[in-house]
């Protein structure tokens, strides 16, 4: 009886988040919008100027817009996690989170499925991207569409929670700009995502460490691997780990007795 | 013999930042009673219901729903609590019964059983006709029906209701407040009841007056004001708030 209350309350939470996102349809096009332009834009640009030694999880020479796709996926998942924390501060202004927090259920157990919610919306996102870069003739091998689900569902809940943590701190919507300056961007740029780690160290070599322990980094990684049926052990931990780091600081951050919520204030 | 007791508060004080924002705040409701928690704007009601939810932590003082300690057993007592919040808190891109579905879900209602109850508080509210639209659509009366609905909807022992006619006309006001009244009556409810409206009273009505943090008179309307020498109740409100602003 209490397993089935924990189901529903988890399938309410995620049907209600994938709900609003099919409705809100500007959300879902910008959503796709953004990484289709790096994608025929940016890396069809660059990728004259820059060469690709054979690295794996490849076996071949590949195009830079190929090795660009796992970054992009990243990048949808970062920003999807990032605006579903944005949609949290949102409804804490706005109120509906208290509706959430005050259902008799576990505070870390509604957070868990808030995040589940938002790195589904994320996973319809990459399928639907990945769709369209298939037609650009961008194709891993069919059973990598597969592998690369478990990938997707850690990495988005490792974003997630670190979006959940930033929110947790986040006090009005408005300082979100910041988020978007000090953590998106820092992440993206500092990562796997466009370039690979020994092409950074070329230019870096601070550069090149950022980037290998930026948990971004590892999240891409583990997608790279698994779009091409590999399983990347390192990224696999580090990411897994970090999702658990930041899980736990957002649950402390939510917790009353010791979070934010009473600086806070409101009402 | 006497009613159940709903919410019990105990000793409660709460400070933000070292300025008190609750002062020693003790009160008990008991089942079919609704009390109205008098106060004006920063008198601590907000402060108050956050503490009851259990939003902010209790650090001192006691909270029981229905003998279940919130800051203990939490998850108990927030099953015997209904909430309508001072700001609405309804999805307004879902509709009416979309809303309601959610909080049966997150309240473990099987389809069948919410449906039901959905239908059961609708009816109530004379909104059922109303049940496909989207909340956007609804003026601000419908929307405050819809979350009474929703705060009904897991058969709460107490209701608590955070100043929920604000910015709603006369009539749309007048039947909230019945309603809610009837509630008490015919389903045993208690309800703790946020205001700053003289008017919203029932002479059958407990009274808190809440002032800068501490309770400055509590009872029946009568005791309140032979306890303040008042004819009216108004007049018993003005000397135990602004008399001492003054």
Not at chain 1, 1 to 8: I, N
Not at chain 1, 158 to 183: C, R, T
Not at chain 1, 222 to 229: G, H, I, V
């Amino acid at each position: 009886m209490k397993l089935l209350h924990y189901w529903r309350a988890m399938w309410g939470i995620i049907w209600r988040e994938l709900w609003r996102f099919v409705t809100q349809r500007e959300r879902f096009i910008s959503a796709l919008v953004r990484p289709l332009v790096w994608l025929f834009v940016f890396a069809a640009g660059f990728r004259a100027a820059l060469g690709l030694a054979i690295t794996p999880p490849y076996e071949t020479y590949i195009l830079y817009e190929v090795y660009i796709t796992p970054g992009l996926i990243g990048m949808i998942q970062l920003f999807n996690g990032m605006q579903s924390s944005l949609s949290m501060v949102y409804d804490r202004e706005m109120g509906s989170m208290r509706i959430l927090m005050v259902c008799p259920l576990p505070r870390g157990f509604l957070l868990l499925s808030k995040l589940l919610a938002g790195t589904a919306v994320s996973i319809v996102q990459v399928y639907v991207f990945l769709a369209i870069a298939w037609f650009y003739e961008i194709q891993a091998p069919w059973q990598g569409y597969l592998w690369v689900l478990p990938a997707l569902m850690l990495s988005g809940l490792m974003l997630g929670a670190l979006g959940l943590l930033l929110s947790s701190f986040i006090k009005q919507l408005e300082n979100f700009a910041g988020v978007m300056n000090f953590v998106i961007f820092p992440l993206f740029f500092m990562s796997t995502a466009l370039y690979p780690l020994w092409k950074i160290k070329e230019s870096s070599e601070l550069l090149h460490n950022l980037a290998k322990y930026n948990p971004f980094s590892q999240a891409v990684e583990l997608t790279r691997f698994a779009l091409y049926e590999q399983f990347n052990q390192e990224a696999f931990i580090y990411t897994f780990v970090a999702f658990v780091i930041f899980m736990i600081a957002a649950i402390i951050g939510y917790n009353p007795s010791r979070g934010m919520m009473v600086r806070k204030g409101g009402g | 013999m006497k009613a159940p007791i709903a919410l019990l508060v105990k000793n409660l004080s709460f400070s933000y930042s070292g300025k008190k924002a609750l002062d020693d705040v003790n009160f008990k409701i008991q089942q079919g009673e609704c009390t109205i928690l008098l106060g004006p704007n920063g008198a601590g009601k907000s402060t108050l219901f956050s503490l009851i939810t259990r939003l902010y932590d209790t650090r001192s003082g006691r909270i029981e729903l229905c003998g279940f300690d919130i800051k203990r057993q939490t998850r108990k007592a927030l099953a015997k609590l209904g909430v309508v919040f001072q700001q609405t808190t309804l999805d307004m891109d879902l509709t009416v019964m979309q809303n309601l579905r959610y909080h049966a879900s997150l309240h473990g209602m099987s389809r069948k059983q919410a449906t039901q109850r959905i239908q059961e508080e609708l009816e109530r509210l004379d909104m059922v006709d109303r049940r496909f639209e989207q909340i956007r659509e609804l003026n601000g009366g419908h929307r405050r029906r819809v979350e009474i609905a929703r705060a009904l909807l897991h058969k709460p022992s107490l209701l608590l209701l955070d100043e929920p006619t604000v910015g709603l006309d006369v009539p749309s006001r007048h039947d909230i407040v019945e309603h809610v009244h009837r509630l008490a009556v015919e389903q045993q409810m208690a309800v703790l009841w946020a205001s700053h409206l003289i008017d919203e009273i029932y002479p059958q009505d407990r009274l808190i007056v809440l002032h800068k943090g501490r309770i400055k008179a509590q009872g029946t309307v009568d005791e309140v004001q032979a306890l303040t020498h008042a004819a009216t109740i108004k007049e018993a409100f003005y000397k135990l708030t602004q008399g001492e602003q003054a």
